[in-house]
Structure formats: structure tokens, C-alpha cells
């Protein structure tokens, strides 16, 4: 078996394909470093640095011809898709579909695709959210990933390409990046280590799921496994406000000082938890 995992250099992408590795099975990346990092990239790997809005990655498909591909790559910043739409679609959108019609030409098996629960659902009406909630996204990243899980379902209806779409929470550990906007495990821990106050965005009340990135990747592998298809939410069902967020941080790290709170930002939801049931049955 062969696969081909996007993003493979980033934050989530590089724990699959350390997990594929382990398991022996052959794994190439496709990633153009943009926030990836070339020290993730597992050396057993076979690495093409290139972008999935280039018609180029059509060689890369040809020579790799991938059983299963894992899309991970994308523009990831909620707060990016909201300064910049038009990049956010041109990478979320237009770079997605691009890695879907190579899965298409070169007959892969299944696509297994990096949604978003905590972006696609916008103001919850119910706790934790199953997957048939309304999707009312409150951002163009949150559009985008709604946008692709529905190209997924079309190719899957017309021809017959099975895929699953995993609809992360928060995800959080290591080689998360605490220098992007994105990340507030990774940046609370890292401005307490450097001795700088921390920024809670708004007054830290806005709750989120943080889901492990062991879990996430332990979620890829068993969606590539098992003979699943659709939608699957991963989360823990557990909420957890910033405010509640800091102090288990601050408790567990023995900071000593106190927080700061910035402007609320514009594009995020009040209240996220996932209710990740329906991934554990099946
Ligand atoms: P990340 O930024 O670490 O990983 C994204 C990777 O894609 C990076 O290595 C980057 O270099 C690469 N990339 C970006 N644009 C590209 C392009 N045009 N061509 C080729 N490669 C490109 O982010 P992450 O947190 O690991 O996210 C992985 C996936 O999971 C993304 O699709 C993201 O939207 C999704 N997701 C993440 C979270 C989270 O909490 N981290 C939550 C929900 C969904």
C-alpha cells in the first residue's frame, strides 16, 4: 500500500505520517513549507516540496500512484481566512480540489480529509454538536473546509471515490506552532516559559474541545482501516473555557504572574464542543 499525505510537514500532517511510517507502509508528502517545518518531515518519507494549487503535483500522482490520500495541507488560520478570503479559497478551495481530481485521474481508493468541527458548525444551538447540526460557518476557513466536505460527497456519489471527513476540534501538543495566531495551548505555554504575560483575546469565557493530537492521528489511522465513509466528528465532549484554559496551564507550569486581556477577535464562535460518538461506534 501506498499513501500520500498533504501537509505532511505541518503540525497534525507529520504525526500521520509518523504513525504510517511506524506501521511500514510506504508514505509520501506533498507540502510547500509554508508553515510546515523540514525538521517534522520524517526522514523515511519521500518529500516533494510543492504546492496543491500547482497542475505540476498531476507527476508527483503519476510517479507515487497513491492508494489513500490523507489531505492535511492548508492555509489553517481562521483569523488569515478572515483578513484574506481570496487566499484562503484559492488554498482551501481551489488547492483542495485540485488534490481531488489527481485522486480521481489516478484512481485513489479514499480520501481522508481534515475538516473542522470547531470552524464549520458557528454558534452551537445544542452541546456537544453530533454531526447532522446545522452548519452556519462564521468565518471563510470555516466556509471552505463546509465547501470541500461537499466536493468530497459529489465525488463520492458520482464516482464512487469513498472518503471521510474528520471534523477536528481544537487540536493541541507537540510541534504545535506557538508563533502563528493560532494555537492558544501553544501560546500560553510558550509566553509563560518566556516570562511574557499572556493575551486572552476577549473576556475568556469562549469555550473550545481540545483534543489531542494523538488522538487525531490514532482518528486517521482507524478511518483509514476500518470501512468507514462520511463525516466524523473528533473531539472529547469535554468544554473548556480560555479563562479555565489558563489556569490549568498556569497551575500545571507554576507560573507565577497574571493575564491580560486583548480585544475579542472576529471570525470564532462563542461556545464549541464536539460530540464524537458517532466516530467511536463506528
Ligand atoms: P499546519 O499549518 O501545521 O499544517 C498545514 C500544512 O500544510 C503545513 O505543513 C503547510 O506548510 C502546508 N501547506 C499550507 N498551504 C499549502 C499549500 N498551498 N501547498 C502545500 N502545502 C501547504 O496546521 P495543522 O494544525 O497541522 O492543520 C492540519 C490540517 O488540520 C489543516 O487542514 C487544518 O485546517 C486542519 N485542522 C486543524 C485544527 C487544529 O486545531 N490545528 C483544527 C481543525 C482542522
Redesign the pocket.
Known sequence: MKILV??G?????SQIVDALIEKGIRTAI???????KKENINPKATFYQ????DKAIKEIFEKERPDIVFH?????SVRLSVADPCMDAD?NIV?SLNIIENCRVYGVKKIIF???G??IYGEQESFPAPEPHPTRPLSPYGAA?LSIEHYLEYYRLVFGIPYVALR????YGPRQ?PFGE??VVAIFTSQMLRGETPTVNGDGGKTRDYVFVKDVVAANIAAMEKEVSGVFNIGTGKETSVNGLYEIIKNKAGYPGDKKHGPAKTGEQYRSVLDASLAKKD
Open positions: 498533504t501537509g510537514a505541518g503540525f497534525i500532517g506533498i507540502d510547500n513549507l509554508s508553515t510546515g510543492a504546492d496543491i494549487r492535511e495541507a492548508a492555509q489553517a488554498i488547492g481534515a475538516s473542522s470547531g470552524a473546509k477536528y476540534s481544537n487540536v506552532d493560532a494555537g
